[in-house]
T-cell receptor
């Protein structure tokens, strides 16, 4: 299968600071990556769709100036949480779309646990 | 937002028992995906289904794409402790491949 990595796996920061999370596709090129947020005991909530070389498409209710997404290459997308506050504490997960021949699916990274103090 | 109807919500079973869970939708899907998520980890793809009626296995796991394209089930045979986790079904919503998710089935195995 396809491998997606995330860095860091966890981060603790002070309120008001910015945090950058990296999502990399290790053995394939991903034209489309997705960023999710997950609260305890809930399924994944899509935040934005990131297409290489273009602006990300944000879901309703997700502030684009708060959650900056950059998909500068076919193997890297970054999510920056700007001026983080305690309510931004969550589990952030990225995924990459893999379309090959007759198959088309998403592979997920291991997630990043953000804690804002 | 839109969500797939996944059941059961949780299952308490004995080690060695078979497990069955399913997802239904009011809309037609062309792809059904089954993922497993362990605590503190991202979802891991178990099985992907692309054709109506398709039956696919991955070790002790078997999944089927319903003939109406509105449902899918996942079976786990002879469960073992490492099968514990939350299982999600998902289907792509549009051409950009945004996924619609089920609420998850939490599997708990009694030793």
């Amino acid at each position: 299968g396809a491998v997606v990595s995330q860095h860091p796996s966890w981060v603790i920061c002070k309120s008001g600071t910015s945090v950058k999370i990296e999502c990399r596709s290790l053995d394939f090129q991903a034209t489309t990556m997705f960023w999710y947020r997950q609260f305890p005991k809930q399924s994944l909530m899509l935040m934005a769709t990131s297409n290489e070389g273009s602006k990300a498409t944000y879901e309703q209710g997700v502030e684009k100036d708060k959650f900056l997404i950059n998909h500068a290459s076919l193997t890297l997308s970054t999510l920056t949480v700007t001026s983080a506050h305690p309510e931004d504490s969550s589990f952030y997960i990225c995924s990459a779309r893999v379309a090959r021949h007759s198959t088309d699916t998403q592979y997920f990274g291991p997630g990043t646990r953000l804690t804002v103090l | 937002g839109q969500q797939l109807n996944q059941s059961p919500q949780s299952m308490f079973i004995q080690e060695g028992e078979d497990v069955s869970m399913n997802c239904t939708s009011s809309s037609i899907f062309n792809t059904w995906l089954w993922y497993k998520q362990d605590p503190g980890e991202g979802p891991v793809l178990l099985i992907a289904l692309y054709k109506a009626g398709e039956l696919t296995s991955n070790g002790r796991l078997t999944a089927q794409f319903g003939i109406t394209r509105k449902d899918s089930f996942l079976n786990i045979s002879a469960s073992i402790p490492s099968d514990v986790g939350i299982y999600f079904c998902a289907g792509p919503m549009d051409s950009n491949y945004q996924l619609i998710w089920g609420a998850g089935t939490k599997l708990i195995i009694k030793p």
